[in-house]
């Protein structure tokens, strides 16, 4: 995935927990984006790409694209899965439940 124009985030680098930089560009959904849903599902694709998603909506008119910082800046319980391998998923009930964290079958349209 790509990356986005650099910015600031409001907290300190020393918290970063990722590997990637806060800059890389990862999946989200407008629900998360724009309407507040919490981040439920989150996957670390096959090729390497981040999604966070709510688990409401597979609707492709809902996607969104948002920087990794912006993921963590607004729920840094996903910094709880910077660890999670490639090929991975994980996900809970609700926020504050513990994340459960599975391999999964690439997509066929993954690499």
């Not at 600031?8 to 629900?31: G, M, Q």
């Not at 790409?49 to 492709?60: A, K, R, S």
């Not at 910082?69 to 319980?77: I, K």
Request: hydrophobic fraction near 35%; proline fraction near 9%.
């Amino acid at each position: 995935m790509d990356s986005v124009k650099e910015h600031p985030h409001s907290f300190p680098a020393s918290e970063w927990p990722f590997l990637e930089p806060t800059n890389l560009a990862v999946f989200t959904t407008t629900k998360v984006l724009r309407e507040g849903y919490p981040v439920l599902l989150v996957s670390h694709d096959h090729d390497g790409d981040w999604q966070f998603l709510c688990g409401t909506t597979n609707d492709g008119a809902h996607g969104a694209i948002v920087c990794l910082g912006c993921a963590y800046q607004e729920d840094r319980s996903v910094g709880e899965l910077a660890d999670l391998p490639i090929g991975w998923q994980a996900w809970r009930d609700s926020v504050g439940a513990p994340w459960e964290r599975l391999p999964r079958e690439p997509d066929p349209d993954e690499g």
